[in-house]
């Protein structure tokens, strides 16, 4: 097909009025490695994927729209213009993805920062103004589905509601007029400066998501830096010095010192502290930072492990003219032990007596893949991390045993299994079905149990993949409870490719392919795929099923059904979930904690149906009232605000200091959900007069048997 661009200047030129002294982003364009990494994506998704989608109009025209959804999703920067424009275009990506041709991605995001510029600039412009906040006006917050402003005059009416309703949020949190000028001025200025520091490989990572996940939801692109923080984070480890950095007005400053890093043990850094430059070696130059993006900043703080890093420091609350201190840091290997496997014990009250429920939580299915592969018998993964953690629990006699895996979206398969069989032994887990339709039978391979005594698997929305398979394998053995909200729904398998090794290419160029390459079905022939894992027991939960799980992507595999493995159950809960029905039924009644979190899943549900937000202050304080009032009845019950009410700022806007106590707040929050799991863990171990319910008669069988 012709492509055409005239369009790409033509569309943009009326709109000069409210950024015409403030200069455009630099346009960007693709290199060639970009478009031979997405000719090479391309070729290999049509053939290999699990179910492969040609590279045709009809998936360009998908691709077309996921990029532009991802670059404005709230329809609120393009107009509709712009879209008219790139929509005459959107049967061409195909023909140009094969010629190696990217200059579609790439003048659709040039013409975005123009539109960012513009509209920064309009925000900044009427920050200057007064605001009416007696009249009847209300901003929409879900525009998701709405038509883009066909006119500049129709977006400005836009984001002058938007701007108000930032500013009624800072008003109604007892900002003056002169800080909520700045605030807002800073907000805008902000958001106009990142589209300055926008780079080619940004550009072409967000337009191969669209392209992969037009594909399958789960099918991802990982350019190097990508590729490099997936990997990290399985295997729990990096090499730096041991800090949490954050971007905050143009410094990189310490959020966090890792407890044993190089940076923690220095005792020469403290949170706050704001990193100005960074040398290489004990000699090398110190290279500015200030205004640097974060990421390229962290690429020059990693390195080797044992060589030398210096940082130039402007200590935390100092101003700009104090005096900077150099802090020479060996690098050294840093472990990631906040994504690692946690314990705790919890005493839950029956009666007279109190029951030790072991709490572990797994927030990933983690795996150290190079260490195992060189034959580290000391390789660090999420099932043995669980497997000592079990052995401290019994140590402390707990009992019965609480799985968390609430947000945990999965991670190794092989670890999912492996955790299966501590609770299991030996025994299939999950049956895995690749593109030929060939099923693997997946099987945990134990001696015995590590902990043979009553589990609970608690779970959510955000539990996937992974942590489906775990909590389906429990259920479908009756070794076990599964608490907690119906899982994500994510029933799918996938492998990292490496395009570089695929074409023999030496030197790291192309990136890899997450690619979806089979679907897992259960032991007794079901899917977790879009239904998800239905708990035993319900426990409410915070997430909106029409946005957050499988079911909400358009092109989501169907549920499935294969013939049951054979399998022998452990038990059933069958029998006692009438009666555990009952008792949660009581207790969560008079439980204050349980009862807040009810009142804030029906808030929060008004607040999605309404979709939009008043823009009148007497509105907006009646109804601030009644939340205060609400928060003061329950510090009177004991069940306080722990929180505190909305100040209308953003995250990197309040002081860091304020920041990590808001933190601390809410992980030191009552958390009703995981104390009710216990309790229903509690009565199970109760109701089974402290057998395993592993071991108790069992009441139903399965075909798998």
């Known amino acids: ?55 045709d109009d009809e998936l360009s025209a998908k691709v077309l729209d996921r990029f532009i959804k991802s670059l404005d999703p709230d329809r609120v920067i393009f107009l509709q213009a712009d879209i008219d424009g790139f929509m005459s275009h959107r049967n061409e990506i195909d023909d140009a993805i094969e010629r190696q041709d990217l200059k579609i991605p790439f003048a659709i995001f040039n013409a975005y920062g123009k539109r960012i510029t513009d509209r920064m600039t309009y925000a900044r412009s009427i920050v200057k103004q007064d605001f009416d906040f007696s009249t009847q006006e209300t901003y929409p917050v879900m525009r998701e589905n709405a038509p883009w402003p066909q006119s500049e005059a129709e977006s400005d009416a836009l984001w002058r509601k938007r701007v108000k309703a930032d500013w009624l949020r800072l008003k109604l949190g007892g900002k003056t007029d002169e800080i909520i000028r700045q605030t807002l001025d800073k907000r805008y200025a902000n958001a106009l400066e990142r589209a300055y520091k926008y780079k080619s490989d940004d550009v072409f990572q967000s337009f191969m998501n669209a392209y992969t996940t037009s594909v399958d939801p789960h099918t991802d692109y990982f350019g190097a830096s990508a590729s490099a923080n997936f990997n990290m984070a399985m295997k729990l480890s990096l090499v730096g010095i041991g800090a949490v950095l954050q971007d905050r007005d143009d410094y990189t400053t310490i959020r966090e010192l890792v407890p044993g890093g190089p940076a923690q043990l220095s005792g020469q850094l403290s949170v706050g502290d704001r990193i100005t430059g960074v040398g290489q070696g004990k000699d090398g130059a110190i290279k500015e930072v200030v205004g640097t993006r974060l990421d390229e900043v962290v690429q020059l703080i990693r390195g080797e492990k044992g060589s030398v890093v210096r940082l130039d420091i402007l200590p935390a609350d100092a101003g700009a003219d104090a005096t900077h201190r150099i802090v020479s840091l060996v690098r050294d290997k840093i472990s990631l032990e906040k994504q690692a496997a946690q314990k705790a014990v919890l005493s839950v009250k029956m009666g007279e007596a109190t029951r030790k429920v072991g709490v572990i ?4 299915f983690y795996e150290d893949f190079e260490a195992r592969r060189k034959g580290d018998k000391d390789f660090r993964s999420a099932s043995r991390d669980v497997e000592k953690l079990l052995g401290e629990l019994k140590k402390e006699k707990v009992d019965s045993v609480l799985l968390d895996l609430r ?32 099923v693997v039978i997946r099987s945990a391979d134990f001696p015995g149990p590590v902990w043979t005594g009553p589990v609970g698997v608690l779970i959510n929305r955000g539990s996937a993949s992974a942590s489906e398979i775990v909590a389906a394998a429990i259920q479908d053995y009756g070794r076990g409870l599964v608490i907690g909200e119906p899982s994500f729904g994510k029933g799918t398998v996938q492998t990292v490719v490496s395009l570089d090794q695929m074409v023999r290419n030496k030197k790291p160029e192309f990136g890899e392919l997450k690619v979806t390459v089979a679907q897992f079905f259960r032991i007794n022939g079901g899917t977790t795929q879009l239904h998800g894992v239905t708990p035993d027991v319900v426990l409410p939960g915070l997430s909106d099923p029409k946005t957050f799980g499988e079911t909400s992507y358009d092109n989501a595999l169907p549920w499935a059904a294969i013939k049951a493995a054979k399998y022998k159950p452990m038990g059933s809960v069958a029998a006692l979930l009438p009666t555990l029905q009952d ?10 904690d349980y009862q807040r979190l009810l009142e804030d899943i029906a808030d929060l549900k008004v607040q999605r149906e309404k979709g939009v937000v008043s823009l009148n202050e007497a509105e907006r304080r009646k109804e601030m009232t009644e939340r205060e009032n609400r928060q003061k009845a329950r510090a009177e019950a004991g069940a306080g605000d722990e929180l505190g009410a909305d100040d209308g700022l953003n995250a990197n806007e309040r002081s860091l200091s304020a920041e990590l106590a808001m933190e601390n707040a809410r992980k030191n929050a009552k958390d009703a959900l995981l104390d009710e799991a216990a309790a229903i863990l509690a009565d199970a171990a109760d109701l089974g007069e402290g057998k395993p319910m592993a071991t108790q008669k069992q009441s139903a069988k399965t075909d798998g048997k």
């Open 1 to 55: 097909m012709r492509i055409s661009y005239v369009f790409l200047g033509a569309f943009l030129a009326f709109a000069q009025s409210a950024s015409a002294d403030v200069a455009a982003p630099p346009v960007l364009k693709p290199i060639k490695q970009q478009a031979q990494a997405a000719d090479l994506s391309a070729k290999f998704l049509s053939r290999y994927s699990y179910k492969p989608v040609p590279l």
């Open 361 to 364: 939580t797994l927030p990933a």
């Open 407 to 438: 947000n945990n979206g999965g991670g190794s398969l092989d670890e999912a299994i492996d955790l299966t069989g501590l609770f299991i032994g030996t025994g299939p887990v999950v049956q895995q079905r690749d593109s030929d339709g060939k």
């Open 583 to 592: 008792r949660h039924d009581v207790r969560v009644a008079g439980n204050a």
